[in-house]
């Protein structure tokens, strides 16, 4: 019988990401007088720019765990590349390996993708502007507008880089949630491992009151099973309150889930609006 390796994945931080509205102006004109400028042409060009652009190297405690756990069941040139970079996130090699695979290039480096195009307003015109929205997926400790001075860098003057106008009521809307600038919460963004979710001072009175219930609740359960332990111990048998007292624990846990998955899913709904 074959036993496969297998391995479990706890997941630590989680990349944010942005969209942004690349766009290409220019005066226009009709069809039969061709400019030698041309704002669908400039825009292909920072397209073709980004395309080619590979932002840097990046990695984290929990980048070099994952890759160590992961390598030795991973076959190939894959799981070679996981332990070298593990070993030195300097390989450029290693890292090579894995920003070809669409699966782990996410892994080691904020990555943005062309995803939609517009542009022109008539067969015969020439563009007045043309628009790229371009997605990116941002490395943690990363803020959106270090992403976008990038962007700006890679694509030059011509081409303004902006976050698209979805973007930005997303972000003003959970700025003013969270009570405070859009700029205070990029950079509360940026400086956490993980995205954070800012939440208004009543939900975080509310939050407090429930970690304290279940404080209250794990110690309880702590000291139910050292009652039982000790007297194990002392009589040699499990007491006659035994079965009762695990069935208690055992509801006790379940409400312990139950409110840690009511926080989660609170805080993911939230998240996605």
């Known amino acids: 019988m074959c036993i496969r390796d297998r391995f479990y994945a706890l997941q630590g931080a989680e990349k944010s990401y942005a969209s942004f509205a690349l766009t290409s102006h220019n005066p226009g004109g009709h069809s039969s007088q061709p ?25 984290n405690d929990w980048t070099l765990g994952s890759f160590t756990a992961t390598a030795p069941v991973t076959p190939g040139e894959l799981g070679q590349a996981m332990a070298k970079f593990a070993a030195n996130p300097g390989d450029a090699e290693a890292a090579a390996v894995l920003a070809k695979n669409p699966a782990m290039v996410g892994r080691t480096r904020t990555t943005c993708v062309a995803t939609m195009l517009t542009g022109g307003h008539a067969d015969n015109a020439l563009p007045q502007s043309a628009t790229a929205t371009v997605n990116c997926r941002i490395f943690p400790g990363t803020s ?21 106008a979805v973007e930005e009521q997303r972000l003003r809307a959970a700025a003013e949630h969270a ?19 800012l939440v208004g001072r009543e939900e975080k009175v509310q939050a407090w009151k429930r970690a304290v219930d279940m404080r209250n609740l794990v110690a309880g359960i702590g000291v139910n099973l050292n009652q039982i332990a000790r007297h194990a111990n002392s009589e040699h048998e499990l007491p006659q309150e035994f079965a009762a007292a695990v069935a208690g624990v055992d509801r006790a846990l379940e409400r312990v889930s139950a409110a840690f998955n009511d926080v989660f899913n609170d805080r993911q709904s939230r998240a996605g609006e």
């Open 144 to 164: 959106v507008t270090e992403v976008r001075d990038s962007l700006q860098k890679v694509v030059g003057d011509k081409i303004e880089v902006k976050v698209t």
């Open 35 to 59: 400019r030698p400028d041309n704002a669908i042409y400039e825009l292909a060009d920072a397209l073709k720019a980004v395309q080619g652009y590979a932002f840097p190297v990046m990695w």
């Open 179 to 197: 009570g405070v600038s859009v700029q205070r919460l990029m950079v509360t963004r940026a400086l956490s491992p993980a995205p954070t979710l």
